[in-house]
């Protein structure tokens, strides 16, 4: 199971409601020690790896669409 990481400082409510209802194990924390992406753009950190975007819905297409493409 993939695990997203957010920091509650950078993700809108939104997101996080639609990160729930996604796949992924979703860890949500005060702080993930990244202040520099965190004031630059909206971000995760899915299975250790840093992901950034314009926006969380670009985020999470993509996410979506990545876990289509590994379904298959």
Not at 34 to 53: H, K, N, Y
């Amino acid at each position: 199971m993939t695990l997203i990481e957010c920091c509650l400082g950078n993700v809108t409510a939104e997101a996080r409601r639609e990160l729930r209802e996604s796949d992924g194990q979703v860890r949500e924390t005060i702080c993930l020690d990244r202040c520099g992406t965190c004031c630059a753009s909206p971000f995760l950190i899915v299975d250790g790896e840093l992901r950034e975007d314009e926006s969380f819905s670009d985020l999470l297409c993509s996410f979506d669409r990545q876990q289509e493409g590994d379904e298959r």
